[in-house]
Every structure is written in C-alpha cells, then in structure tokens.
C-alpha cells in the first residue's frame, strides 16, 4: 500500500494531486524520476555507485540502498510513473528529527547551462550556501506528544541567515526546540545526538575523512540528512542518530580532483556542530 | 640601496616605468600600496593580524612579518610613495624556486561590487579555480647553472589546465623542470621538498588544520607561495623549503564561520602534492 511520507522536510513533495515520492511497508522510499534529465542523471548515479568497488563499506553507509527502479502508480494520478526504489531510512522510525542540509558554497557545475548556474548562483547568494557553504533546505523536530513537531515552513528555512542555522542546529537537539525566541533551546541532546563516538559528529568526521581523499564524484546541490528519535533517548535506548547523503541529480566525475566545494562547507557544518557539542558539555 | 626583485612570479612587477615591489638588503619586501581602496585594505589587514593574540605563533610563521609603511621612491618615478615594510623571505636565498598559488575556487566575496563579482567569476571560470580550488599565479623553477630558471609566461600559466598545473608541480621539484613534454619530470625532489616533517606538504596540513578552526578571517584571492633551494639539497644541506601567505587586500573578517572557500582549495593542492610524494616514494 503506497501512501505518501510524512517526515519528508525538503524537495518535491507528493500530495494535492502533485508528484513526490512514496512509502509503502516494505522499508523502500520510492522517489519519481525527474524529467528534464534530472531524473535519468541521479539513476544513472545510484546505478553506477551501487557497484563501483571503490566505495568503502564504511562509506557506503552513508547512502541509501538503491533497489532499481519500479513502475508505480503517480502520486498525482497520473498513472503509472518510473520510480528510484531507495532505502528509506526515516518512515521507519518512530516521531523522527530530521534535518536537510545541503552542501556546498556552489549549488552549480562548471558544465552546467548558462541559465541553470545564473540561477544557482542567484538562490547561493540569497541563502546562506556562500557565507556558510551550506544551507538548511527543512527541518521537523520532535518536541512532545502535546506539541508535536517544531517544522518553520519552507519559506521561512530558506531565509534563514547564519544566525537562524546556527539556531536551528542548536533546536535541532533540544528539548524545547518550538519555544519562542525568548528561552534558548537547552541542547540536552546535544551530546548524545551530535556527540559521542556514534553521533552525528563522528560520522560526519568519517565521511569528511573520504571527502579529503576521494576524486571519484562531485557532489553538487547534494544534501546530507540528520536523523535521530528522541524517544528512543527517554527511554534510555540508542538515540539512533544517522546521517546519509541524498539527492544526486547533479553529481559529476570527479576527473582525479577531490570535492572541494562539498568538503568546505561540510566542514563548515561540522564546526557549528562541534561548537554546539563543546558550549553545552 | 632599493632595487627590483628578481624572484617575483605573480602580481605586478617593478621596471619598465612601472610601479611594483622593490626590496634592499636590509631583508625587507616592500609592496606599494595599491590605490582603489586594495592597498588601504591589505594595509589594516597587516596593522590588525600583526596584533592580533588570537593567531598560535606556529600559524604566525607562515605569514611575512610586517614592519609598518615606508614612503620610498616609487619604481615608476613618480617619487614618494607610500610601501608596505614587509619580511623578504625569497630574496635572501640563492637561486630559489617560487610557486604561487592563489588559494580558493572563489576569488570574490559576498560583499564585492557587483562589477568585481563579474570580473572575478569570469576569470574564476576560465583558470583552474573553479574546477581545482586553486589556481597556479606563476612559477620558476632552478634547473643549473647551465639552464638557469624554468618560468613559463603569465599568459601560459593563466592557460594552465588541472593537467598542466599537475605536470607544473611535478616539474617543481624535479631536476629536468624545462625539459620538452617528451620527457617526464623526475619529482627527485618530491621526498625531500615536498614530503619529510618539515617539507611543504607537513606545513600545508599545519595551515590546513588551523583553517578547520579559525573563524577570524577569510582569504578571498590570497595565494599560498612555495620556496626552496635546490643547490642547498645537492650540497646535502637543508632544502629550506617554506610556506608563506602573501596577498591580502581581500581579507574579510570570519563572523565566527570557517573560511570554507579557502579550506577547499587548501585541500585539493595538499590531495594533489600528496599524489607526488606518493608517487615518487
């Protein structure tokens, strides 16, 4: 039974007739192929990194598992459509925090058309991607049952300064993420989320690691995606903090040059990161 | 007694009726202030950096020291003009090979007129900056007594493609740098200028390791310059090869953000300096 996601915090999303990905029970995330090239470009990717043995085990696990391709009825009715069948590693989590960050101060490849780059090139600079080397694309934090989820509409995250991300980053692991400006978020997560030797930091630390040496790919308007279940924190079990790359519709070969655009700006997000796990150790 | 030095291999250059740097034997570097508001910039970078307790001494090394402003007899003949006293860490050498790398994929900063932007991306787009995260300035390289130095043109080393500014840093530590493309460069200096504790690659990962930290400044068009002697290595002496920081009349303060920009590129020049030593091992 296909039914739309609800933990999707960033791109196109299925639902009032439109196309967007799908869940069903399986644990598979069914993501429409894009046209305009898009879409045949980020399968073209998942099929040529699902068995190309230069990728690290302990790299791998960063990616989704890529399942092939299925024909599945639209989201937007409009019939039968080409899906990637992915790994989904959020639906089957219980109240997941998820957090989008994509990266990189350059959203554009160098080959890209001239209008795509001038229109890259517009939202890097109206966004923090220049400044920071990244950008915040959406966000859901868990607060309680009561409150739900803290999730500023899309709008909102894209106007989002430097001092908005760096917020956000500490809201992320707090338990009050959704209170006013007026209380600070207390980052009580901020240790076993982003800390510790299985937090997101770690993680991060190990795929910057790879970024350092691999010229295999270029990954650009890439994000990765942080989730955690604060639950699962209360109830003394494994925060389940995970990070993983996701949306390659504009990933290039590397051509032996490593990715200095994402490797910058994914160390910028590991030092406000860090900064956060220092501040409330 | 102010003369013009010979071992500049990028920026503007002295003689002709020009104006550019001279230097004495003293052990100074003196720079003429550029007009346009550069020369005034680079000038309060040097006053607040050369104060500033926030820079570790083993960072301060890889920057010239500054001795304040002399007003000298300008190399244009247009008399008193106002200079920048700088450490001349090239000129006190014997027959010294200079690599200048203007450091970053971006030259321009958020803040820059619009007009500059343009300029900057342009010429961003057409060198290696865009693709490699940095671009090579210019370069010489000894070869002997016979031979003299290698120094391919400004218009030649602006054409550089990733290939060429590969094949430019394995001929900077080669003993045949000006041989014809039929002959491949030895790298018989790569273990001893470029690898060892104190070679460039291990004051690159110095450099490297603080840009991960520092959210003082960014270094927008700033190059990292490379020096050793090749007659002191056959003389079984140290290579005196050194790392220095030079051109900064585009730094803007950090606002607590690392300077991802220049970190990326940073990376990729130490990932392609890392293949030679490797290589040549």
Same mark, same amino acid.
């Not at 996601?5 to 639902?15: E, K, S, T």
């Not at 599945?72 to 089957?92: N, R």
């Not at 894209?158 to 500490?170: K, M, P, Q, V, Y």
């Given at each position: ?58 790299? @791998? %696990? +960063? ?5 092939? !391709? ?5 989201? #937007?009715? /409009? ?90 980053? @500490? %809201? +992320? ?5 959704? !209170? ?5 978020? #207390?980052? /009580? ?93």
């Amino acid at each position: 039974m296909l039914k739309v996601p609800d933990h999707q915090v960033a791109g196109h999303q299925a639902g009032d007739g439109k196309l967007g990905p799908l869940i069903d029970d399986s644990g598979h995330f069914y993501k429409p192929l894009q046209n305009d090239g898009r879409g045949s470009h980020e399968l073209a990717f998942y099929t040529s990194f699902s068995t190309d043995t230069r990728i690290p085990d302990h790299i @791998r %696990k +960063f990616f989704p598992v890529f399942y092939g !391709t299925r024909h599945l009825e639209a989201s #937007d009715g /409009s019939g039968l459509y080409p899906h990637l069948a992915l790994e989904d590693t959020v639906s089957s989590r219980i109240n997941p925090s998820v957090l989008d960050a994509k990266i990189g101060s350059r959203t554009w490849y160098p080959q890209a058309a001239e209008d795509y780059i001038i229109k890259c090139l517009k939202k890097d600079r109206e966004t923090t991607s220049l400044e920071l080397g990244f950008r915040v694309s959406g966000l859901r934090v868990y607060g309680n049952k009561e409150t739900g989820f803290w999730k500023p509409d899309k709008k909102c995250v894209l106007n989002f300064s430097i001092e908005d991300t760096r917020l956000a980053l @500490r %809201k +992320f692991v707090s338990s009050n993420p959704s !209170t006013d400006s007026g209380i600070k978020p #207390d980052c /009580s997560f901020a240790s076993t989320v982003y800390g510790g030797p299985a937090g997101i930091l770690a993680q991060l630390l190990e795929l910057k690691s790879w970024f350092e040496e691999q010229t295999i790919f270029h990954f650009y308007s890439c994000s990765v995606l942080m989730v955690y279940e604060k639950e699962s924190i209360l109830q003394g079990r494994n925060s389940g903090a995970e990070i993983k790359l996701v949306d390659f519709a504009h990933v290039i070969e590397g051509k032996g040059v490593i990715d200095h655009n994402f490797l910058g700006g994914l160390c910028s997000l590991i030092k406000l990161i860090s900064d956060i796990v220092t501040s409330s150790a």
